[in-house]
């Protein structure tokens, strides 16, 4: 097991940050940790760096118990803070240069990271004079030199426009396949794309803890159809799979397929086969959006 948290509680004053939270995350994961603004993120993460004492509760990361065994904690993970602190004004090899004296780690490392973050061609500028997509590679380098098991990044992409935010979650991906991974997030298209499981945490508590394999299985179907007349809800059950239709107004119907087949080519035979022209068709699918609404909207409303 690389992280295992049982029954975390931290509270600022009168906000309790986090509520009771336990989960563990196997070896080779890469497990996102998804939760609206001021949710609990940064404060679980903080307490796996050691940066935060929890009130009660245990947690390791890498078998090393996070308030007694603090050193052995801090090797095994690389960080990635939110605002990432780089110094502008060093070079970048300067800067791992200087991150490995001050961590004491084997210098020749630096090269490694440089390659492994795709830094090469950048490597001999200043920092400020990067985009911040590879700024944020400067700071995911500065976190892989001491070659640690676990990375956890609190909020890798924020402020990466689309082409850098794909080449940061490519290279999340790939550093993936040798490191632990926890990410916290508030985009859930990045947990779809670089995730094996997710974590949702709402206001301190951990809310679902579901593999995203899972969670496509468990998907229904649900289609969006407009015909140019109106036809009988019962008329539309008889189609295969479907388990409930509603009339969402004029001639629009909402269709719940339970199967993973599309089975929108079905809907489309089914309408021509009945002298039905089909005016839209789309698929509005439950996935882990509607989950995240349907269980951190709750308790907003
Ligand atoms: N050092 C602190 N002092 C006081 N309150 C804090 C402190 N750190 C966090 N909090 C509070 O604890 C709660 C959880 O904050 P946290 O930063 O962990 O949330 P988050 O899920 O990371 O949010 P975001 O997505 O906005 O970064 C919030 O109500 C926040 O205001």
């Known amino acids: 097991m690389s992280i295992t948290v049982k029954n975390i509680s931290k509270s600022f004053g009168n906000t309790k940050a986090l509520n009771n939270v336990s989960f563990t995350i196997n070896k080779g994961e890469i497990v996102g940790f998804l939760g609206p603004n001021g949710a609990g993120k940064s404060t679980m993460m903080k307490v796996l760096t050691t940066y935060h004492q929890a009130d009660s509760g245990e947690a390791y990361v890498n078998s090393y118990d996070v308030t007694k065994d603090k050193k052995n904690v801090q090797k095994s993970i690389g960080y990635l803070a939110e605002h990432n ?24 490392n630096i090269a490694k990271v440089i390659e492994q973050t795709g830094l090469g061609p950048e490597s001999p500028k200043k920092i400020g004079q990067l985009s911040k997509g590879y700024r944020q590679r400067v700071g995911l380098a ?11 990044l609190d909020e890798p992409t924020t402020g990466l426009d689309p082409n850098q935010l794909l080449e940061i979650r490519k290279l999340i991906l790939e550093i993936g396949k040798e490191k632990t991974i926890l990410l916290s997030t508030h985009i859930m298209k990045e947990v779809e794309a670089v995730c094996d499981r997710v974590l949702i945490i709402d206001k301190g508590c951990l809310v679902a803890d579901k593999r995203l394999s899972d969670l496509r299985k468990e998907e229904e179907q649900v289609l969006l159809v407009e015909f140019d007349f109106r036809v009988e809800e019962a008329f539309l059950k008889k189609l295969p799979y479907a388990t409930n239709v509603i009339n969402t107004g004029g001639f629009i119907y909402e269709i719940t397929f339970d199967t993973t087949k599309d089975m929108r080519a079905e809907v489309f035979d089914f309408a021509h086969d009945n002298e039905l022209k089909t005016l839209q068709l789309s698929r509005k699918n439950k996935n882990l959006e509607s989950l995240f609404t349907e269980l951190t909207q709750a308790s907003h409303s």
């Open 85 to 108: 602190p780089l110094y502008l004004d060093m070079y970048v090899k300067e800067y791992l240069n200087f991150n490995a004296e001050v961590y004491k780690v084997n210098k020749e």
């Open 142 to 152: 500065a976190a892989l030199l001491h070659d640690p098991e676990v990375l956890i």
